[in-house]
C-alpha cells in the first residue's frame, strides 16, 4: 500500500500547487521528496518509523522530517484520512485486480494453446452430471476460455 499511498499524495499535491493552493516552490520539494520514497521502498531501503502507525503517518513524518513541517506539513492540505485511507485502499484494490486480470488473460491463453491441434479428439461431455454428447477437446477446452472472457471485469 506504500506504492498507492506515494502516489495518491503526488497527485493530490500536484492539484495543490496547479490551482496555487502552495507555492511551487513547495510543489517541487513535496514532489520530489515524494519521488525519493518511491525509489527507497522499490529499492527495499524503506524502514518505518516505530512511533507511526500506519504508512501514511510514516510517509508523512519522512517528508516532515526531510524538509521541515511548514513544507512537509502542507502535504495534507485540504486532505484527510478519511479522504486519504479509501484513496489508497481502492488503488491498491485496482492494482490487484489488474494483476489479476493478467494472470486470467494468461489462462485463457493456455487453454487456447491447449485446444489448438484437438479439434478432431473426440469426448464425451457432460450435462446435470450425466453423459452428453460427443464434443472435441478443442470445443471443450475452449468454452472455459470463453467463459473467463464473458466475465466483464475481465473484457
Known sequence: MVDENLGGSMAHVSMLGKQGIIAPTTTAAILGHLAKLQDEWASGKWTWIADQDDV??????????????????????????????????????????????????????????????????????YTHVQHAQPVSE????????????RDPSIA
Not at 91 to 119: D, I, P, W
Not at 138 to 149: D, E, G, P, R, V
Open 56 to 125: 501514511q503517518m510514516t510517509a508523512e513524518r519522512k517528508l516532515i522530517d526531510a524538509l521541515g513541517m511548514d513544507i512537509g506539513g502542507r502535504m495534507h492540505t485540504c486532505r484527510s484520512r478519511n479522504d486519504q485511507v479509501p484513496l489508497d485502499w481502492k488503488l491498491y484494490t485496482r492494482n490487484q485486480l489488474l494483476a489479476l486480470r493478467s494472470k486470467v488473460v494468461s489462462c485463457v491463453e493456455a487453454f487456447l494453446a491447449k485446444a489448438n491441434g484437438r479439434e478432431e479428439d473426440v469426448m464425451v461431455a
Open 138 to 149: 478443442a470445443f471443450w477446452l475452449t468454452h472455459y476460455a470463453a467463459q473467463l472472457l
